[in-house]
């Protein structure tokens, strides 16, 4: 079955690449114009063409028109803090089951790499709350989602977090802040019963305090992980690995709330279920 390819059309965020692999990410709005060293663009041109066209700027030079995935995205966010690699998030996703029309809450928005990630997932039905001290920080994070085209998906809220989360009943909650450890009874009290929770850490010191908080407020299926990503040179003649690798960027943590009862049961058995999953 030959599946029907829907055009590029008008507020679509497209990747144009041209020459040497250089490129721009676009929201298409009609009547507008991209400017790049290499000649004008219209947008016109390209809106209600197949993705993966080519078009041509004035000066005769080539683009391709491409749909952006979240780790091209993530590669050209502008940022004044450490962002999350691409490697941690696309796990975290899957793990933590983020699905489209979803409600999810992170804390530390930074410069809104991980936030411009979930908005994609959780799509134009569901709704990411993100939390920020810092002003400089969120101001680039509006910056970098309004670029994408996506800061209607984003409730961005200025607050320490340990006055508590406005939500309750999320499915998911991910922090990414110093000391996690100290914000458990705020996260039982934003996130569902059985819904997904997680954290990323630098230090072992910090994952140990933060599984001891964790087993304090009936959290149980803790599983802690590192992710490692190697590339390798294309070239049939020369295929090998890179010279560099990404390695440790930090251990990923994630469990579930259980109610009191659940919980009683889950101790007698975690043993054997976390066997199981293993």
């Known amino acids: 079955m030959k599946l029907e390819i829907m055009p590029v059309k008008e507020g679509d965020v497209i990747q144009l690449v041209g020459i ?12 507008k114009v991209l400017q790049t060293h ?8 390209i809106i209600g063409k197949p993705w993966g066209s080519r078009v041509k700027s004035h000066l005769g030079n080539p683009f391709y028109v491409f749909q952006p995935s979240i780790a091209d995205m993530l590669q050209d966010i502008p ?14 996703m899957l793990r933590m089951g983020i699905e489209y029309g979803q409600h999810v809450v992170e804390a530390g928005t930074g410069s809104g790499a991980f936030t411009s990630a979930l908005a994609l997932r959780v799509g134009d039905q569901g709704k ?7 002003p400089d920080a969120q101001n680039q994070a509006r910056k970098n989602l309004n670029k994408f085209g996506l800061l209607d998906r984003v409730d961005l809220k200025s607050r320490d977090i340990a006055d508590g989360f406005d939500e309750e009943g999320v499915d998911a909650l991910f922090l990414d802040v110093k000391t996690p450890y100290d914000y458990i009874s705020q996260v039982r009290g934003a996130l569902k019963i059985g819904g997904y929770f997680g954290a990323i850490l630098p ?9 001891d908080m964790l087993r304090r407020y009936d959290f149980a299926f803790i599983e802690v ?13 020369r295929f090998r690995p890179v010279d560099r690798m990404v390695a ?9 709330p259980l109610d009191r009862d659940s919980m ?15």
């Open 248 to 256: 440790h960027t930090g251990f990923l943590l994630f469990a579930r």
């Open 79 to 92: 940022r004044n803090t450490q962002i999350m690699y691409p490697k941690d998030i696309g796990y975290i």
């Open 203 to 211: 230090t072992t010191n910090q994952v140990i305090r933060l599984i």
């Open 225 to 237: 992980v590192e992710t490692s990503l190697r590339y390798y040179k294309p070239e049939p003649e």
């Open 264 to 278: 009683i049961n889950a101790d007698k058995n975690i043993d054997q279920d976390l066997d199981v999953v293993v």
């Open 128 to 134: 990411v709350y993100s939390y920020e001290q810092r």
């Open 38 to 45: 290499k000649g004008i663009i219209e947008h016109d041109e």
């Open 20 to 31: 040497k692999h250089k490129y721009y990410f676009v929201k298409l709005i009609a009547g």
